[in-house]
């Protein structure tokens, strides 16, 4: 277990619709990050947050956003869902945001648009 | 970003030792090398990272070549268990990245009994 909390641990939606995906970090991690794993794409970096801030952004399309809020859960938000956003996506938490620090990952959360 | 090459799969029998291969000839000085493993169904699992010195834990060791353009993954011995994708990543702190962890394709290695 890598004390990272995602829920909810399936989702099945339609195109068009709109999702909020949660994510707890560990105790005490400052840092979230959230992934998207597709067959075809592998796991692609979306966007990081430290401390409620948003730090780093990746491939995330601007029909997502995400953000964290004083507890230091996060939630990403996907919205006009198309069948291409179909995939796994990861939440993962550090400390902070040091280049030689671990990253601990939940276990996902996979998204099916129908 | 400086990049990493990894074999595209390997095989290995259960207890014995394997070595995991990544090249990363673009490494600068102060990219550290993390190798994280994703075991089929889960997310992504740190294994080991190192700066400039051979490093080793409860679950692997990892050396690094004298140039740092290379570094080995090792096993001990593998188990059932150990089947997974691993990956070898060079996080820094300049370029895109912002020092974040960029997945490549990874070595998907498979443990026969």
């Known amino acids: 277990d890598s004390g990272v909390t995602q829920t909810p641990k399936h989702l099945i939606t339609a195109t068009g619709q709109r999702v909020t995906l949660r994510c707890s970090p560990r105790?005490?991690?400052?840092?979230v990050y959230w992934y998207q794993q597709s067959l075809d794409q592998g796991l692609q970096f979306l966007i990081q947050y430290y401390n409620g801030e948003e730090r780093a952004k990746g491939n995330i399309l601007e029909r997502f956003s995400a953000q964290q809020f004083p507890d230091l859960h996060s939630e990403l938000n996907l919205s006009s869902l198309e069948l291409g956003d179909s995939a796994l996506y990861f939440c993962a938490s550090s400390v902070a945001w040091a280049t030689n620090e671990k990253l601990f990952f939940g276990s996902g959360t996979q998204l099916s648009v129908l | 970003d400086a990049k990493t090459t990894q074999p595209n799969s390997m095989e290995s029998n259960e207890e014995e030792p394997v070595h995991l291969p990544c090249n990363h000839s673009?490494?600068?000085?102060?990219?550290?090398i993390h190798w994280y493993r994703q075991l089929p169904s889960q997310g992504p699992e740190y294994v080991i990272h190192g700066l400039t010195s051979n490093v080793n834990n409860r679950m692997a060791s990892l050396a690094i070549a004298e140039d740092r353009k290379s570094s080995t993954l090792i096993l001990h011995r593998a188990t059932l268990r150990d089947a997974a994708v691993y990956y070898c990543?060079?996080?820094?702190?300049?370029?895109?990245?912002?020092?974040?962890?960029?997945f490549g394709k990874g070595t998907k290695l498979s443990v026969k009994p």
């Open positions: 105790s005490g991690d400052l840092s």
């Open positions: 990543i060079l996080r820094d702190d300049y370029g895109g990245s912002q020092g974040n962890l960029i």
């Open positions: 673009t490494i600068s000085g102060t990219d550290y």
